[in-house]
C-alpha cells in the first residue's frame, strides 16, 4: 500500500486548492475580533449595522463598532442600578427596575445623548423576575401579582395603561408578534389580543418535556425542550401549532433568536450554537463558540455576533461556521477518570469506581491501554516518581512499583482516612486529608515501609498540593494558599498564607510557575501570588477565568482552566499583569497535565482526553516541522497515514483514505506564509 501511495503522492504533486487549518484547539481564536475585558456586562443591542447599546449595572452605553476590530465608546447614562431587564423598540430602551418597581424609558434615537423620557411606577416584589414584550406599540409586562399589564407606549414619553388581565398559566417568558401574544409556561400559549381588552386563548403547543426557551420566526415558534432538543413548530394556524423539525442539542439555553436562515442559541455557561434553519424538517447544527463567563447578552446581524457577560463583552465574526476539529482522542477504557499523571511514554488514570489504568502515550492520538490495577478503595488523585505510583485511595495510600508499566506491583500501603491527594518529591511523601483538613509527611526511602514523619494540621478543606524543594503548597479552600515549611521533615510548620481579602472565596487548584503561584476560586476568579518570599506571599493581581473553575495547570506562558461547564479554557500568562484568555471547549477535566503544548486530562466516563492546544500550525503541509516543505514531509505523512495516526486526517472526517491525500496535497501545493 505503501508504493501505491507514494506514487499517487507523487504524481498528483501538481494539485492546487485551498489549504485546511491545523488541529490545534487555538486555531478558532480568529473568531474573535475585539473585546471589552473584566465589566459586569447584562444586555445588548444593535441600534444600526454600526452602533450597539448595552446595559450594565447602573449604565447604559452606545459603542461605535464600525471597525469591529476597534471598540469606540460614544455615550453613557446613569440609570438605576437595581434594573432587571430591558427590551429595545422603535429607538427608545424599556427598562424594568425591581425595588422600587419602576418602568423606565430612555430615548436611544440619538446615541451620542441618551435621555430618560418617561418613569412609571409598577408592582414590585424583589424575588420576582420581570418579562417585558413590545410589538404594535403595546408593552406587555409580567406582573408580580400575577396580572398582565398592557401599556399603550404609542408616545414613549407618555405612555398609559390600557388594560390589566390576569392569565390562566404562569408566564415564565414571553413574546408579541403582531397582534399575538406567544407564552412560555411548560407548555406554548398562543392569546390572540387583538383586541386588547378582550383577549382570546388561541393555541396550546406541549412538548416532550417542558419549554425553556422560545422564539417566534415569522410562522415559526423556536422552542427548546428541556435540555435536549430544539423543535420547530409551524404557527401559521395559530390554533393548531404542528411540529415541523427537531434537532438535538445538550445545553441550557438562555437567548434564542434568528438572523435570515440562521438561528442563534445562547448557552449560559456552555457558548453560543449556530444552527442552519434553511430547512427547519432538517436542522442542522453549523457552528459554536465558547468564551468564559455566563452569558448574559447576545445581540446579531449578518456580520458580527456581539456576547456579554460578568467578565466582559466579545464581538465575534459572524455567522459561526463549524471550525477545523481540534486534534484530540479519547480512551473510554476508564469508568469513571478522576486524577491523571504522565511520566515518559506512559499516562496514569485513577478511576473513581477504584483501579488505575496505565497507557503508552508514545503516539499521544493513539493511546494504547497497556494494563490496569485495582486498588483498596476509590482512586482520587496519583502521582508516578522514580518507578513508583501512589494513589490516594480514599481511606489510605496504595504504593505500587510500575518499574514495568505492563505488570504493576503493589509493593505499599499507608492507612489514612480520606486521602484524597497527595505529591511526592525524592524520598518525602505528602498526603493531605479532609476529614479534618491536615498534611500527613512520610519519608518513603524504603515504599514497602513508609515512615510517618510528621503531620500539619490544617488547612481545613485543602484541595491540591504541591511539594517544591522544601515547601508544600496548598490550595487550601477557605484559606486561598498555604505554604508548609518542610525543611525539618520531622517538624513541619506554616510558612506563609494568603488569604483573600472581604468576601468568602473557596479555592480549588493552584500551579506554579518559576515564582509565581495561580489559584483558582469557585467565584470563577485566578489569583496570581508572588512567592518568592514563601515566609510572605503576596497578591500580584487577579483575573475573571471560567465559571466555578475546578483544575488548572500552568507551564511555560500557558494556562489551562477546567470548570464545571463542563469546559476547558486555554490562557496565555506571558504578562501576569495581564493574563490572557486564548480559547475554549467543552469537555470534562476532572484533572489534567500539560505536556508539550498537549492536555492530558481525566475525564470522567470518557477516559482519558488528549487536546492539542498547541500554537496554529500556519503551515501544515509542513508535516516534519523543520520549516522546509519537500519530499521529506511528503514521506512523514505517508507514514502517518499508513500507521492511521490522527495528525494524518486532514481533512478531519476521521477517516484514512485518498481525501486525506488529496487535502494534504492542497497543501502542500500552497505553500508556506
Request: negative net charge; hydrophobic residues 40%.
Amino acid at each position: 500500500m505503501r508504493s501505491i501511495l507514494l506514487t499517487i503522492l507523487v504524481s498528483l504533486f501538481a494539485s492546487v486548492a485551498i489549504s485546511q487549518d491545523s488541529g490545534s484547539l487555538q486555531c478558532s481564536t480568529d473568531r474573535f475580533l475585539s473585546s471589552i475585558e473584566n465589566e459586569n456586562f447584562d444586555d445588548v443591542f444593535f441600534l444600526d449595522e454600526n452602533i450597539i447599546l448595552v446595559s450594565l449595572y447602573g449604565e447604559l452605553r452606545t459603542y461605535n463598532i464600525s471597525d469591529p476590530t476597534n471598540i469606540v465608546e460614544i455615550a453613557s447614562l446613569t440609570i438605576d442600578p437595581d434594573f432587571q431587564t430591558a427590551e429595545l423598540y422603535q429607538g427608545y430602551v424599556f427598562l424594568i427596575d425591581k425595588s422600587p418597581g419602576k418602568l423606565t424609558i430612555v430615548d436611544v434615537q440619538n446615541p451620542n445623548a441618551m435621555n430618560i423620557v418617561a418613569e412609571l411606577s409598577i408592582p414590585t416584589l424583589n424575588s420576582y423576575d420581570y418579562t417585558i414584550t413590545i410589538a404594535n406599540d403595546i408593552a406587555y409586562l409580567d406582573s408580580p401579582t400575577g396580572e398582565l399589564l398592557l401599556f399603550n407606549i404609542s408616545d414613549p414619553t407618555s405612555p398609559t395603561l390600557i388594560s390589566t388581565t390576569t392569565p390562566d398559566h404562569v408566564i415564565i417568558d414571553m413574546q408579541a408578534v403582531g397582534s399575538m401574544l406567544f407564552v412560555r409556561s411548560n407548555d406554548l400559549y398562543i392569546y390572540d389580543y387583538t383586541d386588547p381588552l378582550n383577549p382570546i386563548e388561541r393555541g396550546q403547543y406541549t412538548p416532550t418535556q417542558w419549554i425553556s426557551s422560545i422564539h417566534i420566526d415569522d410562522t415559526t415558534a423556536f422552542l427548546v425542550d428541556g435540555f435536549d432538543e430544539l423543535l420547530a413548530v409551524d404557527v401559521s394556524d395559530l390554533d393548531n401549532p404542528t411540529l415541523i423539525g427537531h434537532l438535538s442539542i445538550s445545553t441550557i439555553v438562555t437567548r434564542t433568536f434568528t438572523v435570515g436562515d440562521k438561528l442563534y442559541l445562547a448557552g449560559s455557561s456552555s457558548g453560543i450554537f449556530t444552527v442552519d434553519i434553511s430547512d427547519q424538517s432538517n436542522m442542522s447544527m453549523i457552528g459554536h463558540t465558547l468564551k468564559p463567563g455566563f452569558l448574559h447578552g447576545l445581540a446579531a446581524n449578518d456580520a458580527n455576533l456581539i456576547s456579554t457577560s460578568y467578565r466582559g463583552l466579545s464581538i465575534i465574526d459572524a455567522p459561526l461556521t463549524v471550525a477545523p476539529p481540534p486534534k484530540q482522542a479519547f480512551s473510554a477504557t476508564v469508568d469513571s477518570a478522576k486524577g491523571i499523571d504522565i511520566q515518559g511514554d506512559y499516562a496514569y488514570i485513577a478511576d473513581d469506581h477504584g483501579g488505575v489504568t496505565i497507557f503508552n502515550i508514545t503516539i499521544p492520538f493513539s493511546p494504547l491501554k497497556v494494563s490496569s490495577v485495582a486498588t483498596s478503595d476509590r482512586a482520587l488523585n496519583l502521582k508516578v516518581d522514580q518507578d513508583l505510583l501512589y494513589v490516594a485511595a480514599l481511606t489510605g495510600v496504595d504504593i505500587f512499583d510500575v518499574s514495568d508499566p505492563y505488570t504493576p506491583t503493589l509493593v505499599g500501603y499507608i492507612p489514612i482516612t480520606k486521602a484524597v491527594g497527595l505529591d511526592v518529591q525524592d524520598n518525602l511523601l505528602a498526603i493531605y486529608s479532609t476529614e479534618p483538613g491536615f498534611v500527613a509527611l512520610y519519608d518513603i526511602v524504603d515504599p514497602t515501609d513508609p515512615v510517618h514523619l510528621s503531620t500539619h494540621q490544617g488547612p481545613e478543606y485543602p484541595n491540591e498540593i504541591i511539594i517544591r524543594d522544601d515547601k508544600v503548597y496548598v490550595a487550601g479552600g477557605y484559606s486561598t494558599l498555604v505554604i508548609i515549611d518542610i525543611s525539618d521533615p520531622n517538624n513541619i510548620t506554616t510558612a506563609g498564607i494568603y488569604d483573600a481579602p472581604g468576601i468568602v472565596e473557596f479555592s480549588y487548584s493552584i500551579a506554579l510557575v518559576e515564582d509565581i503561584a495561580y489559584v483558582s476560586t469557585d467565584f470563577g476568579l485566578l489569583y496570581a501570588i508572588n512567592i518568592s518570599n514563601p515566609f510572605n506571599p503576596a497578591l500580584i493581581g487577579t483575573t475573571p477565568i471560567n465559571n466555578e473553575p475546578t483544575e488548572i495547570d500552568a507551564i511555560n506562558n500557558r494556562l489551562v482552566v477546567s470548570s464545571y461547564g463542563p469546559d476547558i479554557h486555554v490562557y496565555d500568562i506571558t504578562n501576569v499583569n495581564d493574563i490572557k484568555w486564548i480559547v475554549g471547549t467543552l469537555g470534562i477535566a476532572n484533572d489534567l497535565q500539560i505536556v508539550d503544548q498537549k492536555m492530558f486530562a481525566a475525564s470522567g466516563l470518557n477516559g482519558m482526553w488528549v487536546l492539542d492546544i498547541g500554537e496554529c500550525n500556519q503551515c501544515p503541509a509542513d508535516f516534519n516541522d523543520d520549516n522546509e516543505l519537500n519530499f521529506f514531509d511528503i514521506s512523514a505523512f505517508l507514514s502517518a497515514i499508513t500507521n492511521n495516526d490522527p495528525a494524518a486526517d486532514f481533512n478531519a472526517d476521521s477517516d484514512f483514505n485518498f481525501f486525506d491525500i488529496s487535502a494534504y496535497l492542497d497543501a502542500f501545493s500552497s505553500g508556506c506564509p
